[in-house]
């Protein structure tokens, strides 16, 4: 995911409930973070990975 994505989210009062990062628990492509937004609903963004192009 793109930080500027990320700080446009944080500049909007969202907080994240769990960093951005690949989450092997679900899937070994699956990268996704948790966000809070200001009236406390959680939000989930997701995007599939191709592992064999991340360093």
Excluded: C, W
């Amino acid at each position: 995911m793109k930080k500027k994505k990320d700080d446009a989210f944080y500049a909007q009062g969202i907080t994240d409930a769990g960093q951005p990062k690949l989450r092997a628990e679900y899937h070994e492509s699956y990268y996704a973070t948790f966000l809070i937004n200001p009236s406390e609903k959680r939000i989930k963004r997701e995007n599939r990975v191709n592992i064999n192009t991340q360093k």
